[in-house]
């Protein structure tokens, strides 16, 4: 009997279509991966900046002297603070452009939300004056919508927070 160096072809075919085979489903399982990847970025962006506008709000509104706008009973989709910073009164205007929140004041602008996400909706209503009663403290319902920036199969992370905020 003669010894047989090397692979027959019906073993090299065999050899290759398990390979074939094998990195096909390694394949499949590392998209599904970066897929799952796109999406969770996609939706923790989207809360981050839902959270860090409705706490920068939060925060200026409690610490604002006057609230120039919106007018009481009025929507609106700007908002104009004086906050006392150091003695010094600072007007901060916030604007929504439809697809970001801005915050200018003392000739600078941020823009609020980050590339992750657009703003859909930003509606600012006065439901409390204090000129109204004396010690009454102004009172702000705020809507705000995010949409994520983007494209996941399982579709755009939206979110929709409210909440009602009150000067000190």
């Known amino acids: 009997m003669r010894q047989q160096n090397g692979f027959s072809l019906i073993e090299l075919l065999l050899y290759m279509g398990l390979t074939s085979v094998l990195i096909g489903l390694m394949s499949q399982v590392f998209l599904a ?7 969770s970025a996609n939706t923790s962006g989207v809360q981050q900046d839902g959270r860090f506008i409705m706490s920068r709000l939060h925060y200026d509104i409690k610490r604002s002297d006057i609230i120039l706008s919106p007018a009481l009973g009025v929507a609106s989709d700007s908002m104009m603070l004086v906050i006392n910073e150091a003695g010094v009164p600072q007007t901060y205007q ?3 452009d439809g697809q970001s929140i801005t915050v200018s004041s003392a000739g600078s602008s941020t823009q609020l939300n980050s590339n992750r996400s657009v703003i859909t909706q930003f509606l600012l209503t006065r439901i409390g004056n204090s000129a109204v009663l004396e010690d009454a403290a102004d009172t702000l319902s705020i809507q705000l919508g995010l949409t994520g920036n983007s494209d996941v199969e399982a579709g755009q992370q939206t979110l929709n927070m409210q909440t009602t905020v009150s000067q000190r």
């Not at 991966?33 to 999406?39: A, Q």
């Open 33 to 39: 991966i970066v897929g799952l990847r796109v999406e």
């Open 94 to 96: 916030y604007v929504w």
